[in-house]
């Protein structure tokens, strides 16, 4: 699976930007799909994360209430709308996808077997 991310900037506190993340060459169905940051000195966390089929979603407490992540199936691609976005919001954000099964939401970063490349987020205060 080859994920391709876009979208990121440099913004404005309480600007939005949304986040695109298109999956090509994938033979094996994709499970799960979830945006992770990380952000200088710290560890990568989970932002929210979305069930590819049923649509369920997972949002990190930071997240909730300003971030949205949809997915189109036609075009096997996730976006993530950011609004309200915080100086704390800096990061590189980056696109994963489990071509595996599972049980509830997964978040930790190790059961993600495919990653995009990353796009930098920077919001100014």
């Known amino acids: 699976v080859q994920l391709q991310a876009s979208g990121g900037g440099l913004v404005q506190a309480g600007d939005s930007l949304r986040l695109s993340c298109a999956a090509s060459?994938?033979?094996?169905?994709?499970?799960?799909m979830a945006w992770f940051r990380q952000a200088p000195g710290k560890e990568r966390e989970c932002v929210t994360a979305?069930?590819?089929?049923?649509?369920?979603?997972y949002y990190a407490d930071s997240a909730k209430g300003r971030f949205t992540i949809s997915r189109d199936n036609a075009k096997n691609t996730v976006y993530l709308q950011m609004n309200i976005l915080k100086p704390e919001d800096t990061a590189v954000y980056y696109c994963?996808?489990?071509?595996?099964?599972?049980?509830?939401?997964?978040?930790?970063?190790?059961?993600?077997?495919?990653w995009g490349q990353g796009t930098q987020v920077t919001v100014s205060s």
């Open positions: 060459g994938h033979s094996s169905p994709i499970y799960f």
């Open positions: 994963a996808a489990r071509t595996t099964r599972g049980i509830g939401m997964p978040t930790p970063a190790m059961v993600y077997n495919y």
């Open positions: 979305i069930n590819w089929n049923t649509g369920s979603t």
